[in-house]
């Protein structure tokens, strides 16, 4: 199980184990790691498990997530990295034993001898890979998980070709405002992924902060406003 020490000073403070999906960190009490400490915001990064991967994303925090003196949006946790909040670090380690397996020796090929494949066996091995790898990509469902507005919302898998987001009763997911539209926007599902859609209203849509008046592709970690609410975007396999 991964887990994240967090230090000040050199001084460890406090060690969390990674055991569930994500990990939200920031000032605020309901964070799963809490920095209370001004230079950090409110919820100022969050760290998703996908697959074997540990992805961390910064919220749009005033003062940044660092790693290695460079601020990042998003990126791909490795064993001992140290992720720089405020004056705060916290040590990411992939395993218990805080030591990455290395792979067993394999014997050396002998680059002498070549290795036949019968041509209908070769055959039908190509057609079972690329069986799997359209299986394996059809199975990518979308999520929205809200940050801000309605966390009691959690969060919504994207499984219709349509989803509505606005305060009509008919909307898949239901968000409350004077200014927000009865539809303020849609997220259609496509073969070629997820595309997010300003529809009306008042209120503005956007994505990683930047305003969206027709539509946008969306891409793992997108985070989407609308009014008060702040949601992210990303991918994961279905059951």
Excluded at 22 to 48: C, F
Excluded at 168 to 173: G, I, M, N, S
Excluded at 178 to 198: C, E, H, Q, V
Excluded at 210 to 223: G, H, I, P
Aim: glycine letters at 8%; hydrophobic letters at 35%.
């Amino acid at each position: 199980m991964a887990r994240l020490i967090l230090t000040f000073n050199k001084q460890v403070i406090k060690e969390y184990p990674f055991d569930k999906d994500w990990m939200t960190i920031g000032r605020k009490p309901e964070n799963d790691i809490q920095i209370d400490n001004l230079a950090v915001s409110s919820h100022h990064a969050r760290i998703d498990k996908t697959g074997p991967d540990y992805i961390l994303t910064d919220l749009q925090s005033t003062n940044g997530t660092f790693i290695k003196d460079k601020r990042i949006v998003t990126h791909k946790l490795k064993h001992g990295d140290n992720i720089v909040i405020g004056k705060h670090v916290l040590l990411f380690l992939a395993s218990d034993k805080g030591v990455s397996p290395e792979p067993e020796p394999s014997e050396p090929m002998d680059m002498d001898k070549t290795m036949m494949l019968d041509t209908a066996k070769q055959r039908e091995l190509l057609a079972k890979a690329k069986g799997a790898a359209a299986q394996k990509k059809a199975e990518k469902i979308g999520v929205l998980t809200f940050l801000e507005g309605a966390k009691q919302q959690g969060e919504v898998e994207l499984t219709k070709k349509l989803t509505r987001l606005g305060k009509a009763d008919t909307c898949e997911v239901k968000l409350s405002g004077m200014m927000m539209g009865a539809t303020a926007a849609t997220i259609s599902k496509r073969p070629s992924g997820y595309t997010i859609s300003f529809t009306g209203g008042m209120t503005k849509l956007k994505v990683n902060g930047k305003v969206v008046k027709e539509s946008v592709a969306l891409k793992d970690f997108d985070t989407i406003e609308l009014g008060s609410y702040k949601m992210q975007f990303y991918q994961k396999d279905s059951k």
